[in-house]
């Protein structure tokens, strides 16, 4: 006689048609009371009960942005893919889209910033918060509405082959939380963007950027918010020195205010043979050279590829590089704030699964916990919880169970790996990945060549 196992499940989701809004186990982080809230702040909440209610919109176009390789349609049906006996609609595609722009950004804008701001155990440097600005650019489908808002970037070798838009954020190094962003016109630069960011600034935070921002008025602005920065310059810059420091420094003025400027030389022998040598002038507002010595934040400096690895998670896991779905500036909005989201509450959920471990942020797996939660969510598991909240559940277990290497020192040349052309770039580049051993030697008035 064959033996037969049967499996029974006990799913807890919303009563009637809100049923289908859920994010299964991230439900516990985009809860239901915070949805409606921002549907209330912002007036978005359906004026009668219809088969796709606003809150369950808002949960299919943030799932969507966890789906980016399907349709609406396909992503509506993961959602209720786990809702077995539970009567849900079965919308067209055109209503899904109906609904959407009657639900439009705000609110989707409105559970961001709910969301937004540094998890627990973002990296800390003698107390201050590190955090990263830059940006990054996302391209949009070729409609004659998103060209409005979205041209064509122009090059020797003709326009980009999509519309594209710039996305600059600041980020929490370590846990790589979103903490704000901006968007618009990749023909807006960054220094000019930069501001509308500035406010979400605070004191004890240590504002980390490349030399793009080494702007006069920009490093005032920013020093004004209270938060300190540490900012590359270019090493040719002409900066006078007002007073001398005994490790090499030297304070100057700018943007209206006294900084600290600090040159160095980063080594990396590669092999025990090979060397590399580079040349770095950092600017920053921490000029009390016993409190912060200049080698430590040498290093410190290095932390600012998070950032960078915050984008690619974002335009290489999550969208695997591709074109955002809206024909539209207002869809495209509510698209990448939806995006944004989700984005936001896997990186809480990684964070909250390593708090109280003695385990570094940067060994969780991005893409371990965005296939944990899709599979949560499509069997709609831990949407509603009980008293007793695991803060780690299914996606934190499966994070600390795949936990990444520990980092290695490495240095590879940041060079174009594989290009438009299918043909082989001129000359030889070495793209390989080496192991590394890091000297930095603080340059001091002495030891500057002359």
């Keep these: 006689m064959e033996h037969q196992s049967v499996i029974t499940r006990c799913v807890r989701v919303a009563q009637g048609r809100f049923a289908p809004g859920h994010l299964g186990e991230l439900t516990r982080l985009i809860p239901f009371d915070l949805v409606d809230a921002a549907l209330a702040s912002t007036r978005s909440t359906?004026?009668?009960?219809?088969?796709?209610?606003?809150?369950?919109?808002?949960?299919?176009?943030?799932?969507?942005?966890?789906?980016?390789?399907?349709?609406?349609?396909?992503?509506?049906?993961?959602?209720?893919?786990?809702?077995?006996?539970?009567?849900?609609?079965?919308?067209?595609?055109?209503?899904?889209?109906?609904?959407?722009?009657?639900?439009?950004?705000?609110?989707?804008?409105?559970?961001?910033?709910?969301?937004?701001?540094?998890?627990?155990?973002?990296?800390?440097?003698?107390?201050?918060?590190?955090?990263?600005?830059?940006?990054?650019?996302?391209?949009?489908?070729?409609?004659?509405?998103?060209?409005?808002?979205?041209?064509?970037?122009?090059?020797?070798?003709?326009?980009?082959?999509?519309?594209?838009?710039?996305?600059?954020?600041?980020?929490?190094?370590?846990?790589?939380?979103?903490?704000?962003?901006?968007?618009?016109?990749?023909?807006?630069?960054?220094?000019?963007?930069?501001?509308?960011?500035?406010?979400?600034?605070?004191?004890?935070?240590?504002?980390?950027?490349?030399?793009?921002?080494?702007?006069?008025?920009?490093?005032?602005?920013?020093?004004?918010?209270?938060?300190?920065?540490?900012?590359?310059?270019?090493?040719?810059?002409?900066?006078?020195?007002?007073?001398?420091?005994?490790?090499?420094?030297?304070?100057?003025?700018?943007?209206?205010?006294?900084v600290r400027v600090i040159e160095a030389e980063i080594t990396a022998t590669l092999g025990g043979r090979k060397k590399h040598t580079g040349h770095y002038r950092l600017l920053t507002t921490l000029t009390d050279h016993r409190t912060y010595p200049a080698k430590e934040i040498v290093a410190l400096y290095h932390q600012r590829w998070e950032i960078e690895t915050t984008f690619l998670e974002m335009k290489s896991t999550l969208l695997g590089g591709r074109v955002l779905r809206a024909r539209t500036p207002a869809g495209i909005e509510q698209e990448i704030y939806a995006l944004l989201a989700g984005y936001q509450a896997l990186r809480l959920a990684m964070a909250d699964a390593l708090l109280g471990q003695d385990t570094p942020p940067d060994r969780a797996g991005f893409t371990i916990a965005l296939n944990a939660a899709r599979d949560q969510l499509i069997q709609a598991a831990g949407v509603i919880t009980d008293t007793v909240v695991d803060l780690v559940g299914a996606i934190g277990h499966a994070v600390r169970t795949g936990l990444l290497a520990r980092r290695r020192t490495r240095v590879c040349p940041r060079v174009v790996k594989r290009a438009i052309s299918k043909h082989r770039a001129k000359g030889q580049i070495d793209r390989t990945n080496h192991q590394a051993t890091i000297t930095i030697t603080i340059i001091t008035e002495l030891t500057r060549d002359p």
Excluded: H
């Design 46 to 258: 359906q004026q009668r009960l219809r088969d796709l209610p606003s809150r369950v919109v808002v949960y299919l176009l943030i799932a969507a942005g966890l789906f980016t390789e399907l349709g609406y349609c396909q992503v509506w049906a993961r959602l209720v893919a786990g809702l077995d006996g539970i009567p849900v609609a079965t919308p067209s595609s055109s209503a899904l889209a109906q609904a959407r722009r009657r639900v439009g950004a705000a609110a989707l804008a409105a559970v961001f910033g709910l969301l937004a701001g540094p998890a627990a155990g973002a990296a800390r440097w003698r107390s201050l918060l590190i955090c990263a600005i830059d940006s990054t650019t996302l391209f949009v489908p070729d409609s004659e509405a998103n060209l409005t808002r979205s041209p064509y970037q122009g090059g020797g070798n003709g326009p980009s082959g999509y519309p594209m838009l710039r996305l600059m954020a600041v980020v929490a190094c370590g846990t790589r939380t979103v903490i704000d962003i901006a968007f618009g016109s990749w023909r807006v630069g960054e220094t000019s963007m930069a501001p509308r960011l500035f406010g979400c600034l605070r004191p004890g935070m240590l504002l980390l950027a490349d030399r793009n921002f080494a702007v006069a008025d920009l490093i005032g602005r920013i020093a004004s918010t209270g938060a300190d920065l540490l900012i590359r310059a270019k090493s040719n810059r002409v900066l006078p020195a007002i007073t001398r420091l005994p490790d090499g420094s030297w304070l100057t003025r700018l943007g209206g205010i006294e």
